[in-house]
T-cell receptor, first 117, second 114 residues
């Protein structure tokens, strides 16, 4: 069964510094996708970045990049130049497929990031 | 603007009552999902639906029921059989099945049962 592990319950980073949020996953499927979401205190889930299992290059979206190490089954999120507005919960998630009965997103337990001035 | 609307934002019910959470999307997405989030925890899948009139149980479906009579709507009923219904409920949708489709989420409904 697929599983997502986020071992850092909380992280602190100073404004303008970079921070890495860890994520490891477990799956027997060769085809899967990895996602990162941000959840501010208001509760909505904001999609940040996606990495496919067959993508050879690490995904980047603005200040977000994904450090994908397939052999280690890790998909760490790197936030560069942290801003106060980055303070939130961050969730790593995985989706196997394509496939009718496997079309669901499984989430880790999250990491609470706090950015201080 | 297109999006997913969950209503109400806060919901209070007495124990033993069924309650239905609304989820509507105007993104023309085929797939819709319901997740439950408890304090300090990740999201757990309750039910999902990939086409109208069809849905599958997720990891924690006991005590919940859903319907998918229209593409735009995927209401969740929390029944009295759900032992711990107090939680934050998130509805989501995606444009197609497949590993590279992100889920788009609504703003959630916070249900409190006393």
């Amino acid at each position: 069964a697929q599983k997502i592990t986020q071992t850092q319950p909380g992280m602190f980073v100073q404004e303008k510094e970079a921070v890495t949020l860890d994520c490891t996953y477990d799956t027997s499927d060769q085809s899967y996708g990895l996602f990162w979401y941000k959840q501010p205190s208001s509760g909505e889930m904001i999609f940040l970045i996606y990495q496919g299992s067959y993508d050879e290059q690490n995904a980047t979206e603005g200040r977000y990049s994904l450090n994908f190490q397939k052999a280690r089954k890790s998909a760490n999120l790197v936030i560069s130049a942290s801003q106060l507005g980055d303070s939130a919960m961050y969730f790593c998630a995985m989706r196997e497929g394509p496939g009718y009965n496997t079309d669901k997103l499984i989430f880790g337990t999250g990491t609470r990031l706090q950015v201080f001035p | 603007d297109g999006g997913i609307t969950q209503s109400p934002k806060y919901l209070f019910r007495k124990e033993g009552q069924n309650v239905t959470l609304s989820c509507e999307q105007n993104l023309n997405h085929d797939a819709m999902y319901w997740y439950r989030q408890d304090p300090g925890q990740g999201l757990r899948l309750i039910y999902y639906s990939q086409i109208v009139n069809d849905f599958q149980k997720g990891d924690i479906a006991e005590g919940y029921s859903v319907s998918r009579e229209k593409k735009e709507s995927f209401p969740l009923t929390v029944t009295s059989a759900q032992k711990n219904p107090t939680a934050f409920y998130l509805c989501a949708s995606s444009s197609r099945t497949g590993r590279n489709s992100p889920l788009h989420f609504g703003n959630g409904t916070r249900l409190t049962v006393t």
